[in-house]
């Protein structure tokens, strides 16, 4: 069964495929402990996301889990207004499509916005999507997915198939 943690792991493996040399280079990079990352490598190859051999994502598999299981296996609750970084369709690139009166926000002391909260898939998504721009787009269209209504589903779906298949 998938963790938290592993959603952290398939898009770093996806947008950093070559910016790491080693598994340790790697899970430093994401911030979590090369045990984690492991345990995280090992899980990803047994629901046949990734392939060990050469640590590549398996971009089909990698669509169809996101764009139809995600929601399931991670659902979103919506909490009180707090301070946070903005996500889903408050973020991009879904807020350039979306107008809603309503925010959602992570919570996070260094955000800059008040919104509804959403928990993070995983609790350091938040501050890695600051000091790696390059994940913000590919967890806030996740979070659409999570919690959006048909038309912001397919939005994101669509994002997911650019990021995965794009690439």
Known sequence: MLKNIDNVVIVGLHLWKSKFGSQAELAEMLGISPAGLSRS????????????????????????????????????????????????????????KISSQEVIVWPAEFGTVTGLELKPVYHSIPALCVAHQEFYPVFSVLDSLRTGRARERELAAGHIQ?????H
């Open 162 to 166: 650019e990021i995965f298949h794009g």
């Open 41 to 96: 490598i090992a899980r990803l190859e047994f629901a046949r996301l990734i392939t060990r051999r050469d640590l590549s994502v398996i971009n089909l598999h990698a669509v169809e889990y996101l764009v139809h299981g995600f929601r399931w296996v991670f659902p979103a609750r919506i909490g009180t207004r707090v301070r946070g970084v903005p996500t889903a369709h408050s973020a991009p690139p879904l807020n350039e």
